[in-house]
């Protein structure tokens, strides 16, 4: 008997249609079902969704019945996506105030919807194939007939013997801590926020979490989120190491964007199918279908690329806590500098005399007793104008290069120089098209804007007044490479031999291969000193580095982004993180970090000479109390673009006006309620105003309370969409709940 089934497409949330529509079905179909719909004059791939409950039945659906669509195909033998699953987009999709047929949609690979059912059985069995081998190999079994479908339409996997999964053994003790962490891991639900200094084994604890797991329950499944996967290859081969050869190596599948659809695809089905036991993954894996998910790990939880900054803007770290809440698995967010946010929820209890959100693991010395690196500030103020290295500095530097051993220099500037200027008019080279400045690269002469992409030869002379004296302001990596080889030219002859620099920075590392082959050479001791941008801050664990350096970091302590200190403090304390790993080199001198700033008295340098996150930590958090800041208020920006700017502020100012009419009216929702907590400020252009030829404008909503906020948004989208209608100079509005960036 035909049935009427709602189905997800990906409609967005701009435009008027339902969050799902109504197909007929040959026979009721199961939420989560992947199936093939119609959608206008094209074909998509759509998920069954629960039904609501005021939707008719196949009785008394009247008129509106025969005007619906027919269902094109169904994917058979597909086990349909889990109730947790579709919890979570429903979720995503409310929360992030986007459809949930988008959130569902982008979570899905793409090439899903172009593969029929037979060529998805066809894939598992290619995969299934490679698993048994790996499995009979390991067991010595010989491999067992299997009729061809029922090999890969398993809900359930056969439970493994509980005496496969042997304990490994370790190849060393864990410290103190990381036992007991691991004892706190294991005895508690969490979720847990894992605050264990850079070099203190956290990754040891992630892996051995995970081990434990699986012991208990060898059906389970879990997932490792890392910010961004390329920066990490250590990471993956760890992981690997430790549970390919007891589960395979098909057991393991990576979810990131640098992989062809196809690998995506495959990652994808082998975790929804319950035969990748472990996926890594960048922030897309959050939405990955993993059906025995019961561990979520988030290392370096405070990165900002587990923010997505367009379409659905989720953060991963966030939805990875609302997601092992849904699907009752562990959660642990690791991080040696964690966000403000995960840190509040580590301290203190959302409800009085109650436990705080994140129970606290701290693991706060290094592996082995290493010591954290000595902090020391040069005054820039009392060196020669335009000096890039300080004398200090070099000399440290040679004094680490004598005895053979590595130096890391972070510059968070790519290019040669950040602007070219006429010396005589005052010229300088901004982009047409954007509001920032051109940046010089020497290699092939050019000056390149950083975000729209736009490139042009460096004029001969002035365009404004033919001057031929341009001179460049600040400096970038390439740069800091050139100076550096120079000065120590002399060192090198002294040593007889060559010293090797290396970058690394967004333009050396754009060839295939070349950033892991570069990050093999530092590995491998081939390098000396590396030169880059916070791409080298993070992660990495490199044996032989005893100095690190940041050069030129005051422009982050004056900014008017309220999280630019943070941001700093971070980078910074991950980038001291990088020296002195090792305990047992031996070092006749400890390990240390220079600073070259000219406010060597501020703050959040004493902070970090002192390696205390946790003062820093209290007093960032305490001015944004005082100032109502997240995490003690949760806001949300309405952005707009529009080729001028006057269209995108007219939208925006009468956007306001109708918002601040809503906040006169009592909540719809609990009418004993006004929308008194919540602040409408006035729109204001972005940071960066103009990209691309694009004016780009914000107005920042402001609420004590989340749950609030969120029905106030959800007020908005009408005068959003009948704004846009009356403004057609507006190109797109946006909602950025939670937005990492003002
Ligand atoms: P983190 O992620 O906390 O910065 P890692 O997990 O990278 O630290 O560990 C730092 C180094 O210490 C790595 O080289 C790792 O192999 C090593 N290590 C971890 N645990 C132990 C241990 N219990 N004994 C000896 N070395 C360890
Ligand atoms: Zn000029
Ligand atoms: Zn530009």
């Known amino acids: ?37 119609p959608l206008g004059p094209r074909v998509v791939l759509g998920i069954v969704w629960p039904q609501p409950k005021d939707t008719p039945t196949t009785q008394g659906v009247g008129k509106r019945a025969i005007e619906l669509k027919w269902i094109v195909g169904v ?101 103190a801590e990381q036992l007991s962490a691991l004892t706190l891991i294991d005895a508690n639900p969490g979720p847990f926020l894992l605050f264990g200094s850079t070099g203190s084994g956290k990754t040891e604890v992630y892996l051995q979490a995970i081990q434990t797991l699986f012991e208990r329950e060898p059906n389970a499944q879990a997932l490792i989120m890392v910010p961004e996967i390329n920066l990490t290859p250590q990471l993956e081969a760890r992981v690997r190491e430790r549970f390919a050869p007891e589960w395979g190596e098909q057991s393991i599948v990576s979810l990131h964007s640098g992989l062809t659809p196809a690998q995506r695809l495959s990652s994808w089905l082998a975790a929804h199918f319950g035969m ?14 993993i059906p025995r998910l019961k561990i979520i790990i988030v290392d370096e939880e405070h990165d900002v690329s587990y923010k997505q900054q367009e379409g659905a803007r989720y953060s991963a770290r966030d939805l990875a806590v609302y997601r092992g809440r849904l699907e009752g698995a562990r959660v642990i967010l690791g991080s040696a500098t964690p966000s403000l946010e995960s840190w509040h929820h580590a301290q203190v209890s959302p409800t009085p005399g109650g436990k705080p959100r994140y129970q606290l693991v701290a693991m706060p010395a290094r592996i082995g007793n290493a010591s954290l690196p000595q902090v020391h500030r040069v005054d820039m103020n009392h060196q020669p104008r335009k000096t890039i290295f300080s004398s200090h500095l070099l000399s440290a530097i040679a004094n680490r290069l004598k ?48 975000h729209c992409g ?47 620099i290396e970058r690394i920075d967004a333009d050396s590392t754009r060839a295939k291969g070349s950033l892991q082959a570069r990050l ?43 999280r630019a200190c943070e941001r700093l403090f971070a980078l910074l304390m991950q980038s001291a993180g990088r020296a002195g790993r090792d305990a047992n080199l031996g070092l006749e001198r400890p390990a240390e970090m220079w600073l070259q700033t000219h406010h060597p008295k501020h703050a959040l340098f004493e902070a970090l000479k002192a390696h205390d996150y946790v003062q820093f930590a209290n007093e960032q958090l305490s001015e944004r109390q005082l100032a109502n800041m997240p995490p003690f208020s949760a806001q949300a920006l309405i952005r707009v673009e529009a080729r001028a700017g006057h269209a995108a502020l007219g939208f925006l100012n009468e956007l306001h006006a109708r918002g601040s009419a809503l906040l006169q009216e009592a909540d719809p929702l609990n009418r004993d309620l006004a929308f008194e907590d919540i602040f409408l400020y006035s729109a204001v252009p972005m940071q960066m105003q103009k990209l691309a030829n694009i004016e780009r404008y914000q107005l920042l909503i402001e609420c004590a309370s989340r749950a609030h906020l969120q029905r106030f948004l959800r007020l908005l989208h009408e005068p959003l969409r009948s704004l846009k209608k009356k403004h057609p100079g507006v190109l797109r509005w946006v909602i950025d709940v939670d937005p990492q960036s003002l």
């Open 520 to 562: 093999e050479r530092m590995h491998a001791g081939e390098v000396d000193v590396l030169i880059g941008t916070q791409m080298i801050a993070k992660g990495h664990d490199f044996r032989r580095v005893t100095l690190v350096a940041a050069i030129d970091v005051d422009s982050a302590l004056f900014s008017n982004d309220f």
């Open 276 to 289: 990748a036991k472990l996926v890594l993954g960048t922030r897309m894996s959050i939405f990955a279908s």
């Open 1 to 37: 008997m035909p049935h009427i089934v709602s189905v997800l497409v990906p409609t967005p949330k701009q435009s008027h249609l339902p969050d799902a529509l109504s197909y007929w079905a040959q026979t009721d179909l199961a939420a989560g079902t992947l199936v093939k719909v």
């Open 454 to 500: 736009q490139t042009e030869r460096v004029p001969k002379a002035c365009p404004l007044c033919a001057d031929q004296d341009i001179g460049m302001l600040g400096v970038g990596t390439q740069q800091l490479e050139e100076q550096l080889q120079e000065a120590l030219q002399a060192l090198g002859l002294e040593l007889g031999r060559e010293i090797q």
């Open 403 to 450: 005895s053979r051993e590595q130096v890391l220099i972070v510059l968070n500037r790519r290019g040669y120089a950040p602007v070219l200027q006429c010396n005589s008019c005052g010229w300088k080279t901004q982009c047409n098209h954007c509001s920032a400045y051109k940046v010089f690269h020497k290699l092939d002469r050019t000056l390149r804007c950083h």
């Open 75 to 175: 994917l058979e033998d597909f086990q349909p996506l889990s109730t947790g699953w579709l919890d979570l987009v429903s979720f995503s999709a409310q929360y992030y105030q986007r459809s949930p047929g988008e959130v569902a949609l982008w979570g899905l690979p793409p090439q899903l919807k172009n593969l029929s059912s037979e060529q998805i059985h066809l894939r598992l069995k290619r995969w299934q194939k490679v698993c048994d081998k790996t499995q009979n190999a390991r067991s010595g079994k010989p491999a067992k007939a299997k009729n061809n479908r029922s090999a890969f339409v398993v809900s359930e996997p056969p439970p493994l013997e509980a005496t496969q999964a042997k304990p490994v053994t370790l190849a060393r003790p864990f410290s």
